[in-house]
C-alpha cells in the first residue's frame, strides 16, 4: 500500500511531479523510474541491467562478481531441486524475474533497505505491478509462488553468504536466513561473467515458456 503523506498524496511522486524521472534504456525506450509502465520496459535492458549488478556490495571471493542474473538462476534451480520440485513454469518464470527490479533500483543491500523504509518499498511496489504485466503476470503473481521463491531466495542467500561472501554458516543462517535451518545448496556456484550469466538467465526464462 502506498504510503501518503498528510495532504493524500503518496511518499513517492509520479513522473508528471518531479524533473526528469526516466532512464533512456539500451533499446531505446524511456523508462520511468518512479512510475514504471509496463510499455516501458524491454526485458533484453532489464537482463543486461541485472548482468552488470553484482551482490554483496561486489565483496565476494575470485576475480568476477556474484551478479544478480547469476543469482536469479541460482534461485529458479533451488526452487525446482529443493523446494518445489514440481513447480508449475509460472513460478519458475517469477523465480527468475523477481529481482529484475535491480536492473533499475540497484541491489541495495538488506540493512540500507530498512533505513530508506516505505519510499523504497512502494519503488519496489510499482515496478513490480509492470513487471507482473510484462511478463504475462496480468493477474499478479499468486501468494503461493510468492511464498515459495522467497525461501529458494533465502536458500540461495545464505549459500552466497557462506560460500562467497565470507560469512560462517552459523551466522548466515541467523542473519541473512533469518535462522533458517534446511539444506542448502550444494552444487556449483562459480561467479559467471556477465555475457554467460545474461545468455544463462535467457536460456532459462525461456526454458519455462517465457518471451524475451
Excluded at 85 to 104: G, I, S, Y
Excluded at 159 to 168: F, H, I, K, Q
Excluded at 195 to 206: C, L, S, V
Amino acid at each position: 500500500m502506498e504510503k501518503t503523506t498528510q495532504t493524500g498524496r503518496s511518499s513517492v511522486p509520479s513522473h508528471h511531479e518531479t524533473p526528469r524521472t526516466f532512464q533512456r534504456m539500451l533499446s531505446g525506450r524511456r523508462l520511468h523510474l518512479l512510475d514504471p509502465s509496463p510499455l516501458d520496459l524491454d526485458l533484453k535492458d532489464l537482463v543486461t541491467g541485472i548482468s552488470r549488478v553484482n551482490r554483496w556490495c561486489g565483496q565476494t571471493t575470485g576475480e568476477v562478481g556474484f551478479s544478480v542474473a547469476h543469482h536469479s538462476v541460482l534461485v529458479e534451480t533451488i526452487l525446482g531441486e529443493i523446494v518445489w520440485p514440481a513447480a508449475p513454469l509460472e513460478p519458475r518464470r517469477w523465480a527468475l524475474a523477481h529481482d529484475l527490479a535491480e536492473a533499475v533500483y540497484g541491489d541495495i543491500v538488506t540493512p540500507v533497505k530498512a533505513v530508506l523504509g516505505d519510499a523504497y518499498r512502494e519503488l519496489e511496489s510499482r515496478l513490480d505491478r509492470a513487471l507482473c504485466l510484462a511478463i504475462g503476470f496480468d493477474s499478479g503473481v499468486r501468494e503461493e509462488w510468492r511464498k515459495a521463491v522467497k525461501t529458494a531466495d533465502k536458500i540461495a542467500a545464505v549459500t552466497e553468504a557462506v560460500r562467497l561472501a565470507n560469512w560462517s554458516e552459523a551466522e548466515a543462517r541467523e542473519l541473512v536466513g533469518m535462522n533458517y535451518r534446511g539444506k542448502l545448496w550444494e552444487g556449483p556456484l562459480e561467479p559467471w561473467p556477465e555475457a554467460e550469466a545474461r545468455a544463462r538467465w535467457i536460456a532459462r526464462f525461456t526454458a519455462v515458456g517465457g518471451k524475451i
